[in-house]
Structures are given as C-alpha cells and as structure tokens.
C-alpha cells in the first residue's frame, strides 16, 4: 500500500512539474518521513513485545514479607535467581506444595544482551505505555546501597560513609536497608561515626536454657580443652569449676599501699554476691580466649550467646563484667574463621551500641572488636588482648603518619593512667580506680591522648599498651605469675602483640611512664637480637620518658627494708638501685640511641607522693638521679610521681611539652609518599579500576 502512495505521488510531481527543484526536494522529504514512520512504528512493536517477555525479570521477590511480622511487611527481599526448588522436574514453578500461589524471580537476561544495538535503541526510544521516568535522587535506599556493597573498594567504602552521615529517611527505609545489608557493609556502618541506630536489627534472642548462668559458663569451662594451656590459665579455670562461690570465701588481701586491701579475712558464703561469682567465671574464660586453639571451641559450645545473655543481665552488668564481656569477643575476633558467627550471633549491633556508651573503658573495649572485625580498613592489622586502639576509633580518610604508643607503670592501665590530673590534690598509689572529677570541670577528660592527642594531630595512630603488675605478692596470683612478670617475659610477649598490630610499618613515638619506660627499653635492646622485630628499633623516631627509673627506685629499697612483711613482687625487686640488670639494660640502650639517632626527652617528678592512704609517709619514688638517663632533653615539673604523667589540662607545661616533642617527631609526607597517595587516590576511582579490569581481561 505504502509503494502504491509512493508511485503515485512520484508521479504526479513529475507530471505537475517536470524539474522543478523545489517539488523534488519535498518528494526527498516525504520519502524519509515515511520510512522514519515505518521504522518507528516497527520499533514500538518490537519494544513492547520485549517488555513484555522480560517484565519478570525486574520483579522483586515479596513472598518472604508474609514470614514477617505485619509491622515489617513493607520490606523487600531482592533476589536475582530462581529458587532452587523450581529448577526441578515435575513441580509447577507457580505454586507450592501445598499449592498456594507464590511469586519468584527470573533470573536478569545476558549482560553480552545489553550490547545489542536493537536494545540499545529501545532503552534510548521511550514506550508510551512505560511508566513515566523519574530522575533518581542521590539519597535513594537501594542506591546507596548498591554503592555500599560494590566490588570496588574506594567505591564501597564511600558508599558505606554516604550510609552513614543519612540522617532523614524514613524508618521503612532504615529498616528495609538493615534487612539487606551485608555483614561487610554492616561492619563498616558500626565502625562509622554516629550512625543512625536503625541500620541494626535486634541481635537474636539466646536459647532459654533452665540453669543459671553461672552454672552455664561453669559447664562451659569444664568442656574446654585443658591440655597444652599455661598454668595461669589451668589455674583460674580450676578455681571457677571446682569452687564456684566457694573460691570468694577467703579474699587474700595485703597492706593498702601495696595493692592491697588488707591482712587476710574471711568471708562468708552470703556475703558472695552472683556478680562477684560471674565475674571470676569471666576472668577464666578471658584467659581461654587468649588460646588460639580454645576460641573455635569457646563458640561450638555456645559461648557467644552465653556471653549474650550474661550481658542482657541487668542486675548482673556491672562495668567489669561488660568490660570483660566485650574483651572475650574481641579476643575471639582476632580469628577471622570465627567472624561470620560473631555477626549471626547478633554482636555487630552491640559492639555498634557501646560505641556510644558514656564509659570510655567499653568504648575501648568495643573500637577493638570492631577493628578486629573490619577487614576492609584494618587488615592486616589485628589488635590482640592488651593492644587498645585510641584513635582512629572509626574510619576515617585521614592517612597515618606515624604511631604513637603509650605505655604505663605499676599499678597503671591503658586507660586510666593517661587521664586528666584528678581534682583532688592528695593522689596516692592504688587510687587510680577511684578518680572523682569535680562536675563542674567540662573539658575533664579519663583519657587526654583519645581527647586532647587525636583532636590535635588527626594523622597519628595511637595504640595504648596494658600488662597486669603487683606491688606486692600478698595479692592473690597463678603460680607462675611471677615468671611472666619480668621484664624479659613481658617484653617478648608485647612485641609479639605490636608486632600482629601493625608496628614497625611507620614510624614511632613511644610514650611511658614510670616502670612502663624499662619496659620499651627492654623491648627495643631486643628488637635488635631478632629480625622479626628490627624493625620496631628502626622506626624508633622518639622516646619520652615520665619519671622512668633508669637506676632504680627509692620504692623498691623501702619495700626491701620490709620484705618479711609486705612480699615485694617481682615488678618491685627488679626497680632496686643494686639491680645489675638495670645497669646492663641502660648500657644497652645508651648505645641503641646514639645509633639510632633516638629523641629523648624526660620529665621528672619533683614532688614526694604517699605511699600509704591516711599516712604521712612520703618520699621520692623516682629521684631525679635515677630519671635523668644522662641523654636526651631534661625537665623537672611540680608534681608527685602519679601526676606526672596527667596533664591538668591542654594549656599545661605537661602537655605542651608532650605535644611539641611528638610534632617534631613526626615526618613530613615525602614527594614520594605524596605521588604515592595520590596514586592510590586515582586508583580509588571505579572507572579507572573497571577499565584496567578490563585490559587485563583481554590480554
């Protein structure tokens, strides 16, 4: 018909006017409109017959949303294959057994499909029956999402920060998210700053078993392997299973200065509180989960919901049980093996809860788990039992310079040496769990190098250090606990744990107090007698030292003149001025430093501190002979021997001085370092990494 048209119009335009230009150029036109008609209307044939085959394809699987409860029932469950019971022969794909209707997906066409040039002139030629376009926005649920979850990691780490700074979604939205996410996107939503807490489901309720807790984790304990474990461990296993309540019946003690908290008594069975008892069990499965091989079994036998339901406890969640709690977890995230049962177990959403928590001891606690979980921006890292990881407690894309690591002294911790100047003026040894800072006083902080540090050098790691230590030896121990307590077992011991961390990648500052000092002296004497660890020598940029005992402490001759009575320990014995040990350790380090051309700087006490509470028994616990190591950059400040190493706040010589000296200590970026980071930024770029994906594909 439309060839008939055509001839007849041909005709009578060369009847009508011969040559006339003008009719042969409106001939040209008419001709090309109608084929461009023929042609279009081929295509709109064609477009719809392909919607309409390939419809199902798009189709999102809802079925699950009648599993739910009806609160939920506006999520959705994305899936892009067939179940498997429909691949098989013999069943009708449309219904179930019981023969109710159900909905599926199929499975999206051939990507090679898209390549096509019929398809790529229909997604370019709009349908008139199609739904109307509408421009996605940038904030879209399924779009971050896919961002999120992408194969490419610059790309998946930008998608999980644009998660995290959502602030005004609707709460379907947060919920239909928090059902589709994945555990790797998930770990890093929890390691983001102030996520909104609807990314989290509930964890799972924990089986509800009879017995009582304590006797649960008892059974927990006495199925665990006993053999190839140290004795400290068999130790306090033993002491949990065979004793329970009964192990708190007589709490050795010893004199108050020294630790303790007075000669032995004994106490009756009710005066045992379920809290004291829960929390020995703790300390005995702490100890397990430092055994690699025990973790696996820790979490066969339930011990993650056991964990659960003793956090659930209210009356029973006192700040050491949590504490305590939360260290089993990250000590059992140091295996990655384990970390997709920690994440069914529901962990992820609690571990993201403390890290909000008020107490920044939990907060420590759970930054450590989570960096243990996070392999996308710590690994390889891994921060073992004892390693605490101040800053950066979330990720961030501030690139680290250098690490700075404190270290504390006897009867000191991670935490609670390295806080802000107590309020009170007569600090006294032992008192470092009992700090009270006046209400008043905003800017107080439990812990300046987390506050005041990371606030003012961004590009820095800081990694503080913990190791248990006794006064005395009247306070109750595992039998070989002496052994471990030297200076040589604890130095082996944490340059294995920095070692896991990550230490000797960068350069380092060290930051020590007291005894804490001997220690990384001890450590880096001995870094240079091992080729594992060289490097922690060799990247030693600077030391300071906070009334350090080069030569020995006035502490340890009192507690000599007395030994028959108070027990020194092993920590106290070796601190003695007679001490030949610590003539060979300084000669040692002396020749380290000028070798290594090591920054020092000292601060020394000048102020005698007690030594008993409610006396006025004073001295000197570091004279400054002894903290001078005859090298390096000396001060002596106003304060005792517990204050020295708490500035009273950020505008004090203490801290000044602790500033500018890591400062100065801290390298530049080199040239180098500055191509290589923007390298690695190019290399970030999803287009950029899909087209070298591609060339290699093809060669």
Not at 203 to 220: H, N, T, V, Y
Not at 270 to 292: G, I, M, T
Not at 325 to 353: C, D, M, P, Y
Request: net charge neutral; glycine share 6%; proline share 5%.
């Amino acid at each position: 018909m439309y060839s008939q048209r055509f001839a007849f119009l041909r005709e009578l335009c060369t009847k009508s006017s011969g040559d006339d230009p003008r009719i042969v150029t409106a001939w040209r036109i008419t001709k090309i409109a109608a084929w461009t008609s023929v042609f279009l209307g081929g295509a709109f044939i064609t477009s719809q017959i392909y919607s309409l085959t390939l419809r199902d394809a798009f189709r999102h699987r809802t079925n699950a949303v009648n599993n739910e409860k009806k609160s939920f029932s506006s999520y959705i469950y994305p899936t892009t294959s067939l179940p498997a019971e429909t691949q098989q022969q013999g069943k009708d794909p449309a219904k179930e057994e019981n023969g109710e209707p159900k909905t599926y997906s199929v499975p999206f066409p051939n990507p090679q499909l898209n390549q096509n040039i019929l398809t790529s002139w229909l997604t370019w030629v709009p349908s008139p029956l199609a739904r109307p376009h509408t421009q996605q926005r940038p904030d879209d649920p399924w779009r971050c999402l896919k961002g999120a979850q992408s194969d490419h990691r610059g790309t998946r780490l930008e998608g999980v920060e644009r998660l995290a700074s959502i602030k005004h979604w609707t709460d379907s939205d947060y919920r239909a998210v928090a059902q589709a996410v994945d555990s790797r996107t998930l770990i890093g939503l929890a390691r983001s700053h102030d996520p909104d807490h609807r990314f989290f489901l509930p964890p799972p309720s924990p089986p509800k078993i009879g017995g009582l807790l304590e006797d649960e984790l008892r059974s927990l304990l006495g199925s665990l392997p006993r053999d190839g474990i140290d004795k400290c461990t068999l130790h306090f296993t033993s002491k949990a299973m065979q004793e329970g309540r009964a192990a708190f019946a007589e709490d050795r003690g010893g004199l108050w200065c020294f630790g303790g908290n007075g000669l032995s008594f004994a106490q009756s069975l009710s005066n045992v509180s379920e809290a004291k008892v829960l929390s020995f069990c703790l300390q005995a499965l702490v100890k397990h989960s430092k055994v690699p091989s025990h973790c696996s079994d820790i979490v066969r036998l339930g011990g993650l919901q056991l964990l659960q339901r003793a956090y659930r406890s209210k009356t029973l969640s006192s700040q050491k049980i949590l504490r305590n709690i939360v260290r089993v977890i990250g000590n059992l995230a140091v295996h990655e093996h384990l970390h997709r049962q920690i994440i069914q177990a529901g962990w992820v959403t609690i571990l993201a809860s403390l890290m909000k928590s008020d107490h920044i001891s939990l907060v420590t606690h759970a930054a450590r788990a989570l960096a243990n979980l996070d392999r996308d921006t710590c690994s390889p890292e891994k921060y073992q039992d004892g390693v605490y990881l101040f800053h950066p407690q979330h990720r961030s894309r501030e690139s680290i310079r250098a690490d700075i690591i404190f270290v504390h002294g006897l009867l000191g911790g991670a935490i609670k040496t390295w806080r802000q100047q107590d309020v009170t003026s007569d600090d006294l040894p032992g008192a470092e769990d009992h700090a009270h800072p006046d209400d008043g006083e905003e800017e107080y902080t439990e812990c300046w190098p987390k506050s005041w540090l990371a606030k003012d050098c961004p590009h820095l790691r800081i990694l503080s250090v913990e190791y248990d230590t006794h006064l005395s030896d009247w306070q109750p121990i595992c039998p070989v606990e002496q052994e471990k307590r030297s200076l040589a077992n604890r130095s082996r011991e944490i340059l294995e744990k920095l070692k896991a961390a990550g230490v000797g990648s960068r350069p380092i500052i060290w930051v020590t107090h007291s005894m804490g000092g001997l220690l990384v002296k001890k450590m880096l004497t001995d870094s240079l007698q091992d080729r594992r660890f060289g490097d922690l020598a060799d990247s030693t940029k600077g030391i300071l030292f906070y009334s350090t005992p080069h030569f020995g402490s006035s502490l340890a001759a009192y507690s000599t003149q007395v030994r028959y009575l108070l027990f020194p320990s092993v920590e106290v014995r070796e601190l003695s001025h007679d001490n030949a040990a610590l003539t060979k350790l300084h000669e040692d380090f002396t020749v380290l430093v000028h070798k290594k051309n090591v920054d020092i700087l000292t601060l020394a006490e000048t102020v005698p501190t007690n030594i008993a509470q409610g006396s006025t028994i004073k001295t000197l616990i570091v004279p400054l002979k002894s903290a001078n190591p005859g090298f390096g950059e000396f001060h002596q400040v106003d304060v005792d021997h517990l204050n020295v190493c708490k500035p009273e706040n950020k505008g004090s010589v203490l801290y000044e001085l602790t500033l500018q000296f890591i400062q100065r200590n801290v390298p530049y970026p080199t040239l180098a370092e500055k191509l290589e980071r923007q390298l690695d930024e190019i290399m970030d770029n999803e287009y950029i990494w899909r087209h070298m994906q591609f060339l290699k594909s093809n060669r």
